[in-house]
C-alpha cells in the first residue's frame, strides 16, 4: 500500500515537471504564447488537489498509527511522536514504522478500528 502511495507521488512529480518544462515562456512577445485550454487547466488543477489530498491522507494515517503505537507513553511524547508523524508522514511510515518497528523489533502495533486517533493518558 505504502509503495503505491510512493509510485502515485512520483508519477505526479514526474507530469507536473512535463507539464512545467512543456510550458515555455517567451519574454519578448506574449502574442506568441497559447492560451491554456479549460481541459489543461482542469487537468492541472485536479492533479495538485488529488496530490495533496493524498499527501494529506498519508500524513493523518501516519499520525493514527504514531498515536496508536505509543499509547503507553506520556502526553508529551505521545504529543512529539504525532507532530514528527504528522509533518514526515510518508518518511515516518517507511523508515520508522516499517523499517525499524516491523523488521529490526518484529513488534508490530494493534491498530485499533474504534479510536484511531488515542490521546488518552495511560492508566
Given at each position: 500500500?505504502?509503495?503505491?502511495f510512493?509510485?502515485?507521488?512520483?508519477?505526479?512529480?514526474i507530469?507536473?515537471?512535463?507539464?512545467?518544462?512543456?510550458?515555455?515562456?517567451?519574454?519578448?512577445?506574449?502574442?506568441?504564447?497559447?492560451?491554456?485550454?479549460?481541459?489543461?487547466k482542469?487537468?492541472?488543477?485536479?492533479?495538485?488537489?488529488?496530490?495533496?489530498?493524498?499527501?494529506?491522507?498519508t500524513?493523518?494515517?501516519a499520525?493514527?498509527?504514531?498515536?496508536?503505537?505509543?499509547?503507553?507513553n506520556n502526553?508529551?511524547?505521545?504529543?512529539?511522536?504525532?507532530?514528527?508523524?504528522?509533518?514526515f508522514?510518508?518518511?515516518?511510515?517507511?523508515?520508522?514504522?516499517?523499517?525499524?518497528?516491523i523488521?529490526?523489533?518484529?513488534?508490530?502495533?494493534?491498530?485499533?478500528r474504534n479510536?484511531?486517533?488515542?490521546?488518552?493518558?495511560?492508566?
Amino acid at each position: 500500500m505504502i509503495l503505491i502511495f510512493i509510485l502515485i507521488i512520483i508519477t505526479l512529480g514526474i507530469v507536473g515537471l512535463y507539464q512545467y518544462r512543456k510550458k515555455k515562456e517567451k519574454f519578448n512577445d506574449d502574442s506568441d504564447i497559447p492560451e491554456k485550454s479549460f481541459f489543461g487547466k482542469f487537468v492541472t488543477r485536479s492533479l495538485i488537489f488529488i496530490f495533496l489530498f493524498i499527501l494529506f491522507s498519508t500524513n493523518l494515517l501516519a499520525l493514527s498509527i504514531s498515536l496508536q503505537c505509543n499509547k503507553e507513553n506520556n502526553i508529551f511524547f505521545k504529543i512529539a511522536s504525532g507532530m514528527f508523524a504528522f509533518m514526515f508522514g510518508i518518511l515516518y511510515l517507511i523508515f520508522n514504522y516499517y523499517m525499524y518497528r516491523i523488521k529490526v523489533n518484529n513488534k508490530p502495533c494493534v491498530l485499533c478500528r474504534n479510536d484511531i486517533f488515542d490521546i488518552s493518558v495511560p492508566e
